[in-house]
């Protein structure tokens, strides 16, 4: 009988640190940085792609889902591949394709979206895809690169895991509380980009003794060009959003605030109460109505953008003290420098959520609330909820006033849903739009857009801002009552622990501006 043998596999080499090139040190740093750089591009990619596809949970879970999805299938497909080809012949060339990628996408995605939005969402998904599979493919390679020794398989493949989601964690912290605050999103995939090609060269010197990076040099450099010259919409990159000013095409002293190609506000720098936007129009109706005439207010603004409503109050009302809570310091700083705002205008601005905000105010230490603070074309979910309202009720006086400016389309479910919420918080709720908007016309003609909802504990004055309404030519009309209670039906009450903002709002078209 002959002997059974277990395998006919050679055997593997104890040490074979001269041939493969890559020690420990440098092993670990590749798995570290192109972790990293995985996080990066996701993270960048969210922002690239708000001014076109607005910053909302859907986009979010899109741009997660894609990269996730880039991992498992680069980091299944190239431990495949390292078992059937020397992984020498692959780690330069994943990192160089991946840098070169990536150097391109700010100037193909900008592109994509101005000429083809059709492809939009293909292009970004790939864009993601394909920088984020090979990335994710460079731990495998390196993992078995450094297997020289099965006994010490454990130990390599543990610590080159730990170290990847350790890059992955300092490329999601670096690029959150870094590079997006210091530099543009173009600016961050070109240095990336340089930097993984870079990375290639170094490799293939060494590991084989050879480059193969000036190609893809040449495709960085091209991919700092096209950022160049390729649409972007962008006069200042803030934390949050792009931003840029557009002046009246008159000459005259007017500028519109556009962020993420959003129209958020209108500054006539010349004259404070000219207000062009007809939402601030009716919120101005609704305070001009609900306070004795030239009044001074204490108030308080959720959301600052071009800061409207509170030089509109410094104008009407002197002696106003307005305070704002702006989440987007870089928004703030455009009102300095580029919207005119003057320096002792009564207004202050506080870099801050405008949850977070509300709680630092002193219990009914305000006569009046104005919400308008949104994050893409939705107002952040946690300042919609029976808990935000009840704080927003705790800082105003008894005959406070809170006024929000709220947007939605179709069935107007989220629009429904926070009125609804609103009737739970106050004694007295109306809301302000055009007739179909709020059930007082055919529904076959809502357009859906803007609405102001007014919430307080003491009676509102309605005649008396239906007048101001008509005197503004708004063509908006009021609901109230049980007409104000059919037109909200059985909409949900929105909470701290329940509060689907993104899906509860109809599809919106950034195009259409607000």
Known sequence: MSPVTESSSPPVPEHTPDRVGLGPRAAALLVFGSSAAVLVVEIVALRLLAPYLGLTLETSTMVIGIALTAIAFGSWLGGHIADQVDPRRLIGPSLGVSGAVVALTPSVLRTTAEWAPAVLLLIASLTILVPGALLSAVTPFVTKLRLTNLAETGTVVGRLSGVGTVGAIVGTVLTGFVLVSRLPVSGILLGLGALLVASSAWVEWRTRGWSGAPALT????????????????????????????????????????????????????DDPTHLKFEYVRAIASAVDAAFPHGEALTAHHLGGGGLTLPRYLAATRPGTRSLVSEIDGGVAGINREQLGLPAQAGIGVR???????????????????????????????HLTTVEAMTDVRRVLDEDGLYVANLIDHGDMDFARAEVATLSETFEHVAVLGEPADIGQGPPADSGGGNLVVLASDRPVDLRATQKKLDVRHTGWQITTGGDLDSWTGDAPLLTDDHAPVDQLLQPYSPQTGR
């Open 351 to 381: 870099v801050e959520d405008g949850r977070l905000g509300l709680r630092r105010l002193d219990t009914a230490s305000r006569d009046l609330v104005v919400g308008d603070a949104f994050g893409g074309v939705s107002v952040p979910w």
């Open 218 to 269: 040449l495709m960085v450099l091209a991919g700092g060009l096209g950022a160049t010259v390729a649409p972007g919409g962008c006069d200042v990159e803030t934390k949050y959003h792009c931003a840029r000013v557009v002046a009246d095409s008159d000459g005259g002293n007017g500028r519109t605030l556009v962020l993420d190609g959003l129209r958020h506000s209108y500054v006539d720098i």
